[in-house]
């Protein structure tokens, strides 16, 4: 039975997809016509793979976000509801929803191609919050018009947020200074400020808790004056679509269950790191079992 929306552990609000992803023995070059060794298909997005996660890890989660009444939406909404995810906030609409393709080599290295359409972000009135007082909250800025007042009514209840920073652009540069939790890529990093230090620095400055996540290689995080790194926990990659989300939504799962700062960058690593060893993201998605198992190992 899906939970009502006043025992939500984890809302998160943002994107949310479908993705088709092939398996290719590499990623095709200017007018090669090429066959794949494997396909999926699958329910995707940030904030959607995100709330998935914290359902897996045993929380009663939630999102917020658009999809389409296509089949790919059909699809997905099936989906998220056979998780266990509360679906009461989805907007369906006209608009198509957003297809992601998803080429994944067999080191696994992607490339993604996003379709959106006409598909637009929601306005800031499309989804009401009375009610909804979850312990934590997940952005990944791509519905930044309903994303930004509920930021303000978040921190005015003392409900902690989270950013979930994949790239610069408006949602994300207008959510980084209103969120407890700025967490971000490499990527994001580097757009922001050319390098990690600098970027560091001035995320430090919009925010009290920053996290840079550097794949492989672990993260760097920054409370307030003190900052540290964390490595990667040692897993056989196959594919890295999701390990982000994955990470993201069991940091906010950590959020909410009031773990330790160094046990939260832990057990969301331990989410990422599982991600990448299988095909897909949403399929990739750790069950609690699993990631216990792994969390519970040394670094």
Not at 50 to 61: E, Y
Not at 209 to 236: C, F, H, M
Request: charged residues 15%; glycine residues 12%; negative net charge.
């Amino acid at each position: 039975m899906t939970a009502r929306l006043t025992e939500i552990d984890v809302l998160c609000v943002g994107h949310a997809s479908y993705d088709l992803i092939y398996s290719v023995p590499h990623h095709p070059g200017e007018d090669e016509k090429m066959a794949a060794d494997g396909f999926i298909h699958c329910g995707g997005g940030p904030a959607a793979n995100a709330a998935v996660m914290a359902a897996k890890l045993g929380l009663q989660s939630a999102f917020a976000g658009y999809l389409g009444h296509d089949l790919y939406g059909e699809f997905h909404h099936k989906e998220l509801a056979g998780h266990g995810v509360n679906v009461s906030k989805v907007i369906r609409g006209s608009s198509p929803t957003p297809l992601s393709t998803v080429l994944v080599k067999p080191d696994g290295k992607r490339a993604l191609i996003n379709y959106k359409g006409g598909t637009k972000a929601l306005p800031g009135n499309a989804i009401h919050f009375s009610g909804i007082e979850p312990k934590a909250i997940l952005f990944d800025g791509h519905e930044p018009y309903i994303s930004k007042p509920l930021a303000g009514i978040a921190k005015s209840k003392g409900i902690p947020t989270v950013l979930d920073a994949g790239s610069v652009h408006e949602g994300t540069l207008a959510l980084m200074g209103l969120v407890d939790y700025l967490v971000c890529s490499e990527k994001f990093a580097l757009q922001l400020a050319g390098d990690l230090k600098n970027a560091l620095q001035q995320m430090a400055k919009q925010s009290p808790n920053v996290v840079v996540t550097l794949g492989e290689r672990g993260l760097i995080w920054q409370q307030d004056t003190i900052s540290g790194a964390l490595p990667a926990y040692k897993v056989e990659t196959l594919d890295t679509t999701g390990a982000g989300d994955a990470f993201h939504g069991a940091f906010t799962a950590a959020v909410a269950l009031g773990l330790s700062w160094h046990d939260t960058l832990r057990y969301a690593s331990a989410a990422g790191s599982l991600c990448c060893t299988k095909l897909g993201a949403r399929l990739g998605l750790p069950s609690s079992v699993e990631h216990l198992k792994l969390y519970e190992q040394a670094l």
